[in-house]
Every structure is written in C-alpha cells, then in structure tokens.
C-alpha cells in the first residue's frame, strides 16, 4: 500500500515547501476534469492531510515523543502560536453546487435558496461550508477540503471555475476574461478570486449559464502546462 509521501511523489523528508508544491501538482494531474478520478482525487486529499496531521513516514502517525509538535501547517510559516492572534482570520464560504437546482426547481435568484438547500439533505460535495484562509483562492480553498471543484486555465483565461456571489464579496482580479455585465451580476473565477467579507455564499459550477458556456475551454487544453507547474 502506498504511503501519503508515495502517492504525493515527494520524499518522507520533503520540507513544507515540497509537500505543498506536489500536493498542487497531484490535484491538478488527479482532477476528474482531467483525465483523474473522484477515487484518486480523494486519496491525494488523503494522503495531504494525513502528512500535515503528522504522518510519521513508517506507516502511522507521529506519536511517543513526536506527537507533541506541531502540524505542519501549524508550523510552516516558522510561526509559533504566540503569533496566531495577529494573522488575519479565515473566511467561512457556504457553497452550493449549480447542477442541483434543476432537480429540485430551483433558481440562482430565489431569495430563500441557500435555506431550501440547507434543509435538503444534499450531498456533502453539493452543499455545505468551507473555510478560506487570507489570500487564498476560492478553488485551492475548496481542493483543501478535498472538492474537485471544475477548472481548466487556472488563470483567468476561461469561465470553467466560475461562480455566482450571492451574499458577501470577493476580490476582483482585473486579469480575467469575464465581460463587464457577467461581473456586475456577481459572477466571479474562483481560480484567481479571495473572500473580503467574513461570510460569503456561492454556487459554483456556473460555467454553463449563458453569455459563460462560450467562455469555456476544453480542460485538457491545460493539461500539460499544470503537469509541468
């Protein structure tokens, strides 16, 4: 069986730097939008968070005299918890997946939306609630919660990871391909776009609404380039 260091491709020894830059790469390879698999997308999640909660490298996780450090995430900044109260506080992000309002007739403008799906018992990767670190996208928020959320460009040049704003803001990225009337009506690349309020509600998966469906690009367009990110 493989080890969370095997299936990322890095060495038991990787510093933090390492893991992160392979754990980005092995999302992008592992995507069902390109050419991966739901089960291989979550055994990437897997193996990421496995080695982040202290994986030990010989088949467990750290304990006797090393459990006692701290996460790798904790800890890659060089940062102790006395400079925890300083860092900026995450964004929690309630998320709505667009495919499942047709199934239960509902639409993107209904005021009472997120509560009808509240109340819906939807699948975890349909519905629910993420949180988003300070500076982080939208899309690398929702692939550390282990969603295979859609996207091909990764850089503003295709609406495949668009998403609908209905409630807080997100930042906006000037570089994007998205016209002027598409953004006035909420529509955002998760790809390149932050929360700035502290709450936020979106759906995504949007890319087949019109005025984007033209501004979709086939993913394995990109494939290649991520592979070599």
Request: net charge negative.
């Given at each position: 069986?493989?080890?969370?260091?095997?299936?990322?491709?890095?060495?038991?020894?990787?510093?933090?730097?390492?893991?992160?830059?392979?754990?980005?790469?092995?999302?992008?390879?592992?995507?069902?939008?390109?050419?991966?698999?739901?089960?291989?997308?979550?055994?990437?999640?897997?193996?990421?968070?496995?080695?982040?909660?202290?994986?030990?490298?010989?088949?467990?996780?750290?304990?006797?005299?090393?459990?006692?450090?701290?996460?790798?995430?904790g800890d890659a900044n060089g940062r102790g918890d006395e400079d925890d109260e300083d860092e900026p506080e995450e964004s929690r992000v309630e998320f709505l997946n667009y495919e499942v309002l047709d199934d239960h007739g509902w639409a993107l403008d209904d005021d009472?939306?997120?509560?009808?799906?509240?109340?819906?018992?939807?699948?975890?990767?349909?519905?629910?609630?993420?949180?988003?670190?300070?500076?982080?996208?939208?899309?690398?928020?929702?692939?550390?919660?282990?969603?295979?959320?859609?996207?091909?460009?990764?850089?503003?040049?295709?609406?495949?990871?668009?998403?609908?704003?209905?409630?807080?803001?997100?930042?906006?990225?000037?570089?994007?391909?998205?016209?002027?009337?598409?953004?006035?009506?909420?529509?955002?690349?998760?790809?390149?776009?932050?929360?700035?309020?502290?709450?936020?509600?979106?759906?995504?998966?949007?890319?087949?609404?019109?005025?984007?469906?033209?501004?979709?690009?086939?993913?394995?367009?990109?494939?290649?380039?991520?592979?070599?990110?």
């Amino acid at each position: 069986m493989e080890s969370p260091f095997e299936i990322l491709g890095v060495d038991s020894d990787a510093d933090d730097a390492e893991i992160e830059r392979a754990y980005r790469r092995r999302v992008k390879e592992s995507h069902p939008d390109h050419g991966g698999s739901a089960e291989e997308f979550q055994a990437v999640y897997a193996a990421y968070r496995e080695i982040l909660n202290g994986y030990d490298g010989e088949g467990g996780a750290d304990d006797g005299e090393g459990a006692d450090r701290p996460s790798r995430r904790g800890d890659a900044n060089g940062r102790g918890d006395e400079d925890d109260e300083d860092e900026p506080e995450e964004s929690r992000v309630e998320f709505l997946n667009y495919e499942v309002l047709d199934d239960h007739g509902w639409a993107l403008d209904d005021d009472d939306l997120f509560e009808k799906a509240s109340a819906a018992g939807l699948d975890p990767a349909d519905y629910g609630e993420i949180p988003v670190e300070p500076n982080q996208s939208l899309l690398e928020a929702a692939e550390d919660q282990g969603f295979a959320w859609p996207y091909a460009c990764r850089g503003g040049a295709c609406a495949n990871c668009a998403v609908a704003v209905i409630e807080g803001e997100m930042e906006m990225d000037s570089s994007n391909i998205l016209p002027s009337e598409m953004i006035a009506d909420g529509i955002r690349l998760s790809c390149l776009n932050a929360p700035i309020t502290d709450e936020m509600k979106v759906v995504y998966n949007v890319k087949h609404l019109p005025n984007l469906d033209e501004l979709k690009l086939p993913p394995d367009r990109f494939e290649r380039a991520h592979l070599n990110d």
